[in-house]
């Protein structure tokens, strides 16, 4: 019995990364035993027929699961965006950065496009970018066109698997064209028009980038909180979370409560303002939340 890493699932065949080598394998077994279906990015135990061909014995256990696009162990989420065309937004950055500390997956923010910015324009993704920083994350500000912030950007794949998340037409495909050439990923309108809308049954697979793994889909197509809870809310914002510790009740919500150490931080100017105002819009978003049956 071998393991290996799936890195390609195509009309019920996995491909598993084994010693430099893809093997082709069936999921025999696997969906019987523990009622699991196997997801590229898994860690699976399997059985060789022959050095092409095998079969999946077993999916060791997951540090995460994406459900779309369907990808588990997700290391690294490089999050997109873009400093102009379309402007930088610190409320859908907040947003992604929610969903993938929710998913236990480190988030890297590279804002691209820096070629395009005016004097005024880079003062102020400068500025977001020591605010992010001071937050508790990694900022790398990028330019496909230019290549500049690229070589900063590369080493943090190494050994992992990645995703790049990131709204449409902020340069993820021009990012991923600079790190592979060979790729040659459409850029601009076309990739919009094929991929985004519908329900593309289109597979997923994880190509190489230097010593890593990158999804050759973008990560987290949907953007909603579902499954989040008002109390999960403080730990998905590392800089509120440090603050709460400050807080005199358990629970706090930050919200209304007396002595909570999150407000005290904001009206110190420790916490940005805009980042505890995107706090108090997704909590009531999840409070608003239909319950689902
Ligand atoms: N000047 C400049 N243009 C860029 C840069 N990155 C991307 N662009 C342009 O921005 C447009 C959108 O880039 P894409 O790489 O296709 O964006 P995307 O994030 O892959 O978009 P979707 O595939 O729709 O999600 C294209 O016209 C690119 O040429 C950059 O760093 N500098
Ligand atoms: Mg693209
Ligand atoms: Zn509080």
Redesign the pocket.
């Known amino acids: 019995m071998l393991e290996g890493k799936i890195i390609k699932a195509l009309s019920g065949f996995y491909y598993v990364l084994y010693d430099q080598r893809l093997i082709q394998c069936r999921g025999r077994g696997v969906f019987r035993k523990n009622k699991i279906t196997p997801l590229v990015g898994d860690e699976v135990v399997f059985q060789a027929e022959n050095d092409q061909e095998g079969y999946i014995l077993e999916v060791k256990d997951r540090k995460n699961e994406l459900v779309r696009p369907p990808i588990a162990n997700v290391d690294l989420a490089i999050l997109?965006f873009?400093a102009v065309?379309p402007d930088f937004s610190p409320v859908l950055l907040d947003r992604f950065l929610v969903l993938v500390e929710f998913n236990h997956i480190k988030p890297l923010i590279c804002i691209?496009?820096?070629?395009?910015t005016n004097d005024e324009q880079k003062r102020s993704i400068f500025n977001y970018a020591e605010e992010y920083k001071r937050a508790g994350y990694e900022v790398i500000l990028?330019?496909?066109?230019?290549e500049a912030g690229i070589d900063r950007l590369t080493p943090h794949l190494n050994d992992k698997i990645s995703v790049?998340a990131?709204?449409?037409?902020?340069?993820?495909?021009?990012?991923?064209?600079v790190l592979k050439p060979e790729l040659e990923?459409?850029?601009?309108?076309?990739?919009?028009y094929l991929?985004?809308g519908k329900h593309t049954t289109r597979h997923v697979e994880l190509i190489k980038i230097g010593n890593g793994l990158v999804a050759d889909t973008?990560g987290f197509s949907s953007l909603d909180f579902s499954g989040i809870e008002a109390e999960d809310l403080t730990y998905c914002f590392p800089d509120i979370q440090q603050a709460s510790d400050l807080c005199k009740f358990r629970g706090c919500l930050h919200v209304s409560e007396p002595k909570c150490g999150v407000k005290e931080k904001v009206e110190a100017g420790e916490i940005p303002r805009y980042r505890y105002e995107h706090y108090l819009d997704f909590l009531q978003e999840i409070k608003d939340r239909k319950p689902r049956y």
């Open positions: 997109v873009s065309e691209t496009k820096m070629d395009l990028t330019s496909s066109e230019t790049f990131g709204q449409s037409g902020v340069g993820k495909s021009s990012l991923l064209n990923l459409k850029t601009g309108h076309i990739s919009s991929g985004r973008p």
